[in-house]
């Protein structure tokens, strides 16, 4: 899973031994992944792509 981080472009996360390069990262272990998910928003890690959000309208 793909990791951006806006704020701080060469982040490191020491604890998880993630490096963010030009302000991104690709995770393969899913727990870190959700503890990414729950750093603190200021510092501006989000998770990228992922899948589109599922169209409710009936056509």
């Known amino acids: 899973m793909k990791f951006v981080s ?3 472009k ?3 996360v020491h604890d998880l031994g993630v490096t963010f390069i ?3 990262t690709e995770v ?3 727990a ?3 503890a990414l998910r729950g750093l603190p928003a ?3 890690v989000r998770a990228a792509g992922g899948r ?3 169209d ?3 056509t």
């Open 6 to 8: 806006t704020i701080y």
């Open 10 to 12: 060469q982040l490191v």
């Open 22 to 24: 030009d302000g991104e």
């Open 28 to 30: 393969v272990d899913k």
């Open 32 to 34: 870190t992944a959700e």
């Open 42 to 44: 200021e510092l501006g």
């Open 52 to 54: 589109p959000p599922k």
């Open 56 to 58: 409710t309208a009936q």
